[in-house]
């Protein structure tokens, strides 16, 4: 059952050989026994996931069993669950009980889904190797010395790990897709607005989109389907009907499923500073996407270098307004002493946030402040309209795009904790994903020298999930990389 | 480009962030790295561009004036730092 896919869950609950019960008992058993080597929780919920467990039960026997009913998973962090310790990876929140649920967690109640725990993440999801948490890093299963990559690190590595079937995520500049590379499972970002940010906590709100991991794109679906939909207390949660993100992959797969499929590949995402061994299993996978009936053609993203930058005024200048909000007034940390207001501001906050944190909210107040307004953060937005442009011309010449996610595989913990913009720049293909604001996922595709896992890079046109993840699922049909476990979790 | 403490230091108080010397010191330096980073944007020529604030051009949606939350005010308030008679209390502000 550890191993099951999704399908064999529902199969299996639904045929009453095992409970919900019994099933989120059995997994949140093995988070009990991984999770001091992993870190990957913050907060473990038993009490709440068995009473969640014992509902879905009662519901599949009333055959009123949806698609999740029963099913374990495990939220990031920073989507706010009532009664639930929400920390956002920050001392900031270390006592933030929040007092409403996040529109997710909210759909995913009403799913039946059995929420375990709280994933660890970088502190407000301002990260890539999940190194930036207060409650300590979350570590690779395949490695524990090496990084679950960020800022979604914990929801990664406990789906690797399986101390849960499937997890969500937030994506602001790469954060479900690169540490699901590097770890080895599946995650999907959907297109900006597909999900809405309703008690998810705000890092840079022009970006962050909700996304959703587990082993597979199939698994993935049903995930993806039940976060997604309009809501309008969200005001950039787009009105659009429901879609069923699984719709594509129940049809037959014959010899060539991808037959006549395009897929781009950008020059620029093929150069140098991708890892030999990266390059070599990316190659590998689109060798065979073009057994299963794909073309490949080269497209160019000239403007994808300038994402970096254009991202680190742009996402800072935002964090520093959304961040603004925690004064230790109304929640979270309050310094013990202080002297005038302003006082218990700027210790509230010098204690509450970490060195990672501080660093982005005072790039950003620089960003806007005044007379820098426009040499920053409006060349950075031009430069995201030349990067949002790049993709459409793009995908008038193909279906999709695909390169590699990460350009190496997981680094060892520490070894890039004192040099910021080093860590910045391992997230070289997935920033300008988010800037034009297209839906992305990253699916496994072989291992590197070292052992560890390297992702393929999917990027879609707006609104293409079902293919995405149709795509990724050919692949899988015909793989079974997505089938490789960790030890411990075989 | 290359920030002076001072310049840290008067950005630290815009952002309510106490930074004590040695810490002005150290984000210096980190931020001088960031900035290198960012610089690299002055290089293109974005004449005429457009900027884009928003991957999806929406207009404002509008709702009805209707009321849709009900008063959960002593739930919030539990969670503050410190509270009193519905208020939240802060060091005093007017003499």
């Given at each position: ?29 093995r ?59 920050s ?19 009403a ?8 994933t ?5 999801a ?12 979350a ?24 101390l ?15 540490p ?31 996304g ?20 309008p207390r ?96 109304r ?60 993709f ?80 990724a ?18 | ?38 610089e690299?944007?002055?290089a293109?020529?974005t ?33 503050a730092?410190?509270?009193e ?11």
């Amino acid at each position: 059952m550890i191993n099951a896919s999704l399908k064999t869950l529902r199969a299996a609950l639904d045929a009453r050989q095992i409970s919900s019960v019994e099933l989120a008992t059995l997994f949140l058993d093995r988070i009990q026994a991984a999770n001091p080597a992993l870190n990957a929780f913050i907060t473990v919920d038993r009490d709440g996931a068995l009473a969640a467990a014992r509902a879905a039960d009662e519901r599949i026997a009333a055959g009123q069993a949806g698609p999740l009913t029963g099913i374990p998973l495990a939220h990031k962090d920073l989507f706010c669950t009532e009664g639930v310790l929400t920390t956002c990876g920050s001392r900031m929140l270390a006592n933030f009980v929040s007092p409403y649920d996040a529109h997710v967690v909210a759909q995913l109640k009403a799913a039946g889904a059995v929420c375990l725990g709280k994933t660890n993440m970088d502190e407000f999801a301002m990260g890539s190797s999940n190194e930036n948490s207060w409650y300590g890093p979350a570590r690779n299963p395949w490695n524990t010395a090496k990084v679950p990559g960020g800022s979604s690190g914990g929801s990664a590595a406990a789906v690797a790990a399986r101390l849960a079937p499937i997890a969500t995520g937030t994506d602001t500049g790469g954060s479900v897709r690169q540490p699901a590379a590097l770890t080895g499972i599946t995650g999907i970002k959907p297109t900006y607005g597909v999900v809405s940010r309703y008690g998810m906590i705000a890092y840079a709100s022009s970006l962050d989109q909700g996304g959703a991991f587990a082993a597979s794109a199939e698994d993935c679906a049903p995930l993806l389907s039940a976060m997604a939909g309009f809501d309008p207390r969200d005001s950039t949660s787009l009105e659009r009907p429901a879609e069923d993100y699984a719709r594509l992959l129940a049809a037959p797969a014959g010899d060539k499923p991808l037959a006549g499929l395009r897929i781009g590949l950008p020059r620029e995402f093929f150069g140098p500073g991708m890892a030999d061994d990266v390059r070599a299993a990316v190659e590998a996978a689109l060798a065979h996407y073009r057994a299963l009936g794909a073309i490949t053609v080269d497209v160019d993203l000239p403007n994808a270098r300038l994402a970096i930058p254009a991202y680190y005024v742009i996402a800072p200048a935002e964090a520093s307004s959304n961040l603004s909000r925690f004064d230790g007034v109304r929640y979270g940390h309050r310094a013990a002493e202080y002297g005038d207001l302003n006082d218990m501001y700027c210790k509230s906050r010098a204690e509450g946030f970490g060195e990672e944190v501080k660093r982005r909210i005072l790039v950003g107040t620089y960003v806007l402040s005044h007379g820098y307004y426009d040499a920053y953060y409006l060349q950075a937005q031009k430069l995201r309209r030349l990067i949002a442009e790049d993709f459409r011309a793009a995908f008038a010449q193909c279906d999709l795009i695909a390169g590699p996610t990460s350009p190496t595989t997981a680094w060892g913990i520490g070894e890039k904790t004192d040099d910021p913009v080093q860590m910045y720049l391992s997230d070289i293909y997935t920033i300008a994903v988010n800037l034009a604001g297209l839906p992305g996922l990253s699916q496994p595709c072989g291992f590197g020298a070292d052992g560890l896992p390297v992702g393929l890079q999917l990027i879609g046109d707006y609104f293409s999930e079902a293919s995405l993840l149709n795509a990724a699922h050919r692949y899988q049909q015909a793989t079974d990389w997505h089938l490789r476990r960790p030890e411990g979790a075989a | 480009m290359s920030l002076s403490n001072e310049q840290v230091g008067h950005v630290a108080r815009l952002a309510r962030i106490a930074l004590t010397e040695a810490e002005t010191e150290a984000t210096r330096r980190k931020l001088d790295g960031i900035f290198g980073l960012i610089e690299q944007m002055q290089a293109v020529d974005t004449t005429g561009v457009e900027p884009m604030s928003h991957p999806q051009e929406l207009a404002t949606r509008l709702r009805e004036d209707a009321v849709i939350e009900t008063d959960r005010r002593a739930a919030f308030q539990a969670i503050a730092p410190q509270t009193e008679a519905g208020l939240y209390l802060v060091p005093k502000v007017i003499e």
